[in-house]
């Protein structure tokens, strides 16, 4: 079974804020993911990243960096965070595009 | 328009009755995959499917490429199948992303 960490869990931010949120994954998966989930709606795709060192935005990576320093590490980060940044965030990962995807606990962000 | 869309959006089940849930895509998906988000909110996959069918205990999915279209079924329901299911399709032969649909929510009654 894929391990997916993800840290924090639970986060409650400032906005104007810096957010890190880190994901960690120890099946040596190529592809790794950023999802956003707003209450009550599916999952949005922010970032992602197919090889260390390399990212590519998804469907809405507006405020949004990603960092990929190892093939196990994956960041997502809010430089300026916002009201609208409220939401669940996701990491998952698999080993192809179309592989099965596997997804972490998830990070509760609040921003005030 | 939605590209992959889920019907019900909602649905209340007594425990130990059988359910379908659906997905239609008006993309062209070559892989599906069901998930549940359960009341923790952790995210299981529960089938990854080429065109065809899996079971696995009392959930059984099917993948139709051609008509476009997925079913997750669920037979004699228990409490603990409470949750979200989101099902998500890849696009066709290059794409690079899965797209969810927006979840059904059903609730298991005793």
């Known amino acids: 079974e894929a391990a997916v960490t993800q840290s924090p869990r639970s986060k409650v931010a400032v906005t104007g804020g810096k957010v890190t949120l880190s994901c960690h994954q120890t099946n040596n998966h190529d592809y790794m993911y950023w999802y956003r989930q707003d209450t009550g709606h599916g999952l949005r795709l922010i970032h992602y990243s197919y090889v260390a060192d390399s990212t590519e935005k998804g469907d809405i990576p507006d405020g949004y960096k990603a960092s990929r320093p190892s093939q196990e590490n994956f960041s997502l980060i809010l430089e300026l965070a916002s009201l609208s940044q409220t939401a669940v965030y996701f990491c998952a990962s698999t080993w192809s595009n179309t592989g099965q995807l596997y997804f972490g606990e998830g990070s509760k962000l609040t921003v005030l | ?110």
């Open chain 2, 1 to 110: 328009g939605d590209k992959v869309k889920q019907s019900p959006s909602a649905l209340s089940l007594q425990e130990g009755t059988n359910s379908a849930l659906r997905c239609n895509f008006s993309i062209a998906a070559t892989t599906v995959q069901w998930f549940l988000q359960n009341p923790r909110g952790s995210l299981i996959n529960l089938f990854y499917l080429v065109p065809g069918t899996k079971e696995n205990g009392r959930l059984k999915s099917a993948f139709d490429s051609k008509e476009s279209y997925s079913t997750l079924h669920i037979r004699d329901a228990q409490l603990e199948d409470s949750g979200t299911y989101f099902c998500a399709a890849d696009g066709s032969s290059g794409s690079w992303q899965l797209i969810f649909g927006s979840g059904t929510q059903l609730t298991v009654m005793p």
